[in-house]
Structure formats: structure tokens, C-alpha cells
């Protein structure tokens, strides 16, 4: 999952606790004293959506399908793939959510650590969670984000085939989403 799916399963809690979830892959280690109470609950929490996510036996399948030479990678690609699904979903290619903009906002309040310092600005900018909702975007994001690894630009190369994949991929998303909601979406405070 990726920031809108962790967005979407985090926007029951505070403020705080969303922008751990959203800035929880910027963070290394298990020691998190040195972040505020929410913050650091949402980080764990993202963790663990991540932790039930890879170890679901639908993301097993896919990756055993996914191209030898790119397998490595598929995991970071179905992140985003799973955020295209999830835009769709919210019916984002609509246009204004509310989640979003919420989203948005608590992005632009505070710098995010060190190695999503460059990538949310620009996330924020250029409106890339309604943009997800666009398969061909999304797999432009995939690529982009290949440029930044070193090597051969692996996730490139797997694009063809998440696009040759795409029907069946939204399909195994529909088994996925329900049960990731079930055990991680997040109640709204009262």
C-alpha cells in the first residue's frame, strides 16, 4: 500500500497519527521515542498494514507470477498499483475528496523526514493521489520512482507487464482491500 491506501486506513485517527502512517517508509528503526505518541502510533500502524499486506497469500501469488528479472521489485510496483485501485475506488477520477485535501494538509504542515524530503513536496504539487486514479500515471510513477534506485531501471521494465496484468490485478485488489480494511482501517474518533 501506498500513501492513499494508507491514508484511507488511517483517516479515523488524528491528525498526528495520519502523518505518521504517511511518513512511516521515511523512518528506519524500531526505536521511535523521539517522535510524539500519535506519531509514532501511526508509524507502528503502518507497519503493520505493510507487514499484512506482503504476507497475504494474494500478494504471494502475484509476485510468483511477476517477471524473474523484476520480481525483486514487484512489491514496491503493486504499493502504487494498489493505490490506483484504491483512487478508483474513492471515485477520485471525479475529481475533490476530502480525504485527499485532508491528506494534503497535514503533508504541507510539517517537513517529512530525510528520504521523503524531495518526493512530497512534489506529490503534494503535482496532486498525485487524484492523478492515481490514471493506470498510464500510475505506471509512470512506478518508473519514475526506478530512476531513483541504483541499476538497471527494474521497475520500468515491469511496466508491460502490470499492464498486461492490470485486469487481473484489480480483480486479486477486490479479494485484497475488504480483508485489509477489516483487520487494519482505523475507527473514526468520536
Known sequence: ?????????????????LWGNLIADGVKGSD???????VAAGIRHHRRVDAFVDAHPVVARIRRRAPDRQR????IA??????????RELGLQAGHSPLVARTYRVLRARPAPARLATLVPVLVEQDWLH???DFAFTCRAIAGIGRRLSGPNRLAEL???LEEEQRRLEEEFLRLWPEVRQALEVPAHP
Open 1 to 17: 500500500m501506498n500513501f492513499l491506501a494508507h491514508a484511507w486506513l488511517a483517516r479515523g485517527g488524528s491528525d498526528d497519527f
Open 32 to 38: 521511535l521515542s523521539a517522535w510524539p505518541g500519535g
Open 72 to 75: 525483486r521489485y514487484a512489491g
Open 78 to 87: 503493486l504499493d502504487l498499483v494498489w493505490d490506483h485501485f484504491v483512487a
Open 131 to 133: 492523478r492515481y486514479a
Open 159 to 161: 511496466v508491460p507487464w
